[in-house]
Nanobody, 125 residues
Framework: QVNLVESGGGSVQSGGSVTLSCVYS????????MAWFRQAPGNEREGVAT???????NYAASVTGRFTISQDKDKNILYLQMNSLKPEDTAMYYC???????????????????WGQGTQVTVSS
């Protein structure tokens, strides 16, 4: 079983920065690739960034160059550093894990088995 707990969301002005954290449990093998997703009201959940157990990363075009996914393996924390935030980045942000031995870099929610409860990020203009 993999447990994921996000934190770090809040309200920020356009152009600002926020760092999200996701504390996770379970072995590297049981978690597989990890990712951040987001969902705004009325919209489908969309992939933001993925981090494979190989260290490879993948980003959505809309956040490339602004967001960075990283991991502290000693502390069991997955991060999402978000810079140059825009009002369209406003959403509930979710941490996800793909499951045993997965090395996917997919941004599709259907490829991820374990989910956190989410943390809200609101960007005002």
């Amino acid at each position: 079983q993999v447990n994921l707990v996000e934190s770090g969301g809040g309200s920020v002005q356009s152009g600002g920065s926020v760092t999200l954290s996701c504390v996770y449990s379970g072995s590297t093998e049981s978690r597989g690739s990890m990712a951040w997703f987001r969902q705004a009201p009325g919209n489908e959940r969309e992939g933001v960034a993925t981090l494979a157990i190989t260290g490879a990363t993948n980003y959505a075009a809309s956040v490339t160059g602004r967001f960075t996914i990283s991991q502290d393996k000693d502390k069991n924390i997955l991060y999402l550093q978000m810079n140059s935030l825009k009002p369209e980045d406003t959403a509930m942000y979710y941490c996800a894990a793909a499951g045993p031995y997965s090395v996917t870099l997919s941004l599709s929610p259907g490829r991820y088995k374990f989910w956190g409860q989410g943390t809200q990020v609101t960007v005002s203009s």
